[in-house]
């Protein structure tokens, strides 16, 4: 069992602020506020946790984080990961670029247009990526790669030696 932990003792500037933040708009405010004063009068983090309703962790993060920054930790951080993986490397990038020039049909579906839903199921049971991604991932990769997800006939081309002939008749 971890050993209890408490705020550190809070300053008269820090304890204005933090009922201050009591009345705020932002519920994220409040509830640090809540915490921290119920932790600042001696309340056990399992009491806090229950009254505030949220975990024992969540309670522990907030009080390592004002220690460390006092009322800054009353501000939420973004969200948004540090560092972002892509789903396909290089190399599987461009065999899925490749991947596109061919029917769907080849891959056994029951259609011969693509879609990015399409694209990710054909890519995954490929194994260009070691999970299943979503279109949007597809979408954002190809983007990388300098393609734009269009209609069909404005960047894939077709194996039929009329496709330019039959194309223009149907563009115009």
């Given at each position: 069992?971890?050993?209890?932990?408490?705020?550190?003792t809070l300053?008269?500037?820090?304890?204005?602020?933090?009922?201050s933040?009591l009345r705020?708009?932002?519920?994220?405010?409040?509830?640090?506020?809540?915490?921290?004063?119920?932790?600042?009068?001696?309340?056990?983090m399992?009491?806090?946790?229950?009254?505030?309703?949220?975990?024992?962790?969540?309670?522990r993060?907030?009080?390592h984080r004002f220690?460390?920054?006092?009322v800054?930790?009353?501000?939420?951080?973004?969200?948004r990961?540090?560092?972002v993986?892509?789903a396909?490397?290089?190399?599987?990038?461009?065999?899925?670029?490749?991947?596109?020039?061919?029917?769907?049909?080849?891959?056994?579906?029951?259609?011969?247009?693509?879609?990015?839903?399409l694209?990710?199921?054909?890519?995954?049971?490929?194994?260009?990526?070691?999970?299943?991604v979503?279109?949007?991932?597809?979408?954002?990769t190809?983007?990388?790669?300098?393609?734009?997800?269009?209609?069909?006939?404005?960047?894939?081309?077709?194996?039929?030696?009329?496709?330019?002939?039959?194309?223009?008749?149907?563009?115009g």
């Open positions: 069992m971890k050993e209890p932990i408490f705020v550190r300053t008269d500037e820090e304890r204005k602020r933090l009922e933040g705020s708009s932002e519920a994220f405010v409040l509830r640090r506020c809540q915490i921290l004063l119920a932790s600042g009068r001696g309340e056990h399992n009491a806090i946790a229950r009254q505030v309703g949220c975990s024992d962790e969540t309670v993060e907030v009080i220690d460390q920054e006092g800054g930790a009353l501000m939420a951080r973004s969200r990961p540090n560092e993986h892509a396909f490397p290089p190399e599987q990038a461009q065999r899925l670029e490749e991947l596109l020039h061919h029917s769907p049909r080849e891959y056994g579906l029951p259609t011969s247009l693509w879609t990015l839903k694209a990710a199921e054909v890519s995954f049971a490929q194994g260009l990526t070691a999970e299943r979503s279109g949007e991932t597809v979408r954002a190809l983007k990388r790669l300098g393609v734009n997800w269009r209609r069909a006939k404005h960047w894939i081309s077709s194996p039929d030696r009329a496709y330019a002939r039959k194309k223009s008749f149907v563009t």
